[in-house]
């Protein structure tokens, strides 16, 4: 500082024996560095009267607003459907293992149409007469639904079933378990007794439980109309006529169903009866 030498000053600053020029200078210099403490010194004061808070390290940032997904809508369970086929089911309406039937001819002299294959536009492969009264043999017994019965699942229910080959016409060996589910839409084709029945349900034929409890028809049944049967079947039988062997449709034909036990059993006491 201009070879100053801080030894040797006054109590004012300024060095003994300094020049009347070098007292100015010293005078100037601490004026200007007194008003710059003086201004140090208020900044402090102003700085201290203000309570320093806690730094929050998360205070720069905004903290975004939480936020809430609307709950998606449930979607409506939808239900593999089930697309109706016409079935042949061996055996005929009402059967039971232990019962067969015979066939009562009542028509006469006429000639009943004997058709190639168990179907209303089948050509026509041979025809047939008997006597009146008289039994025939028949080979083969079909019940063919073209129209299953559409019901409705009122309450879940769970149940075994044996699945039903219809290329085949028969059961599989192996059952299954399957649950059943309110709201859903099946098919009645056939029912058994004890309260089992052949429905279409989902991808498939089978041979399960139909409780009358958990299952309605979808539609109001026409009058006379039985509710636990299918809409359209009908009952086919295969004999050998006069000169060759077909089908013909048993309610269709002037014939008369007589049941009976099979060999090995009593005569059945309702024998009888037009179906």
């Not at 709950?71 to 019962?99: I, N, R, S």
């Not at 002299?109 to 168990?118: D, I, S, Y």
Request: aromatic share 10%; glycine share 10%.
């Amino acid at each position: 500082m201009d070879g100053w030498n801080w030894r040797g000053l006054n109590r004012s600053g300024i060095r003994v024996g300094a020049s009347e020029v070098e007292v100015k200078k010293m005078k100037k210099r601490w004026k200007i560095l007194g008003v710059a403490s003086v201004g140090l010194f208020f900044s402090l004061a102003a700085g201290c009267d203000e309570v320093s808070e806690p730094s929050d390290p998360l205070a720069e940032f905004e903290r975004p607003e939480a936020l809430v997904e609307p709950a998606a809508e449930t979607p409506e369970e939808e239900f593999e459907e089930f697309d109706p086929v016409v079935v042949e089911f061996p055996g005929w309406p009402g059967q039971d293992e232990q019962m067969t039937f015979e066939l009562m001819w009542l028509g006469g002299n006429e000639q009943l149409e004997l058709r190639e294959a168990p179907k209303v536009d089948a050509q026509v492969a041979a025809g047939g007469s008997w006597f009146d009264g008289d039994h025939f043999d028949w080979l083969q017994s079909l019940v063919v639904v073209q129209t299953p019965r559409p019901l409705v699942v009122v309450q879940d229910y769970e149940m075994t079933v044996t699945p039903f080959d219809t290329e085949e016409g028969e059961l599989e060996a192996a059952d299954e378990r399957i649950r059943l589910e309110q709201g859903e839409r099946i098919f009645l084709y056939r029912y058994q007794d004890e309260g089992s029945c052949y429905l279409g349900i989902r991808d498939g034929v089978v041979l399960g439980s139909c409780p009358r409890s958990r299952l309605e028809p979808e539609e109001e049944p026409q009058e006379l109309d039985d509710p636990w049967t299918s809409i359209d079947e009908k009952w086919w039988v295969k004999v050998e006529g006069d000169d060759g062997v077909g089908w013909f449709v048993v309610s269709e034909a002037p014939v008369e169903v007589h049941p009976r036990e099979i060999e090995g059993y009593d005569e059945f006491d309702g024998a009888g009866g037009h179906y």
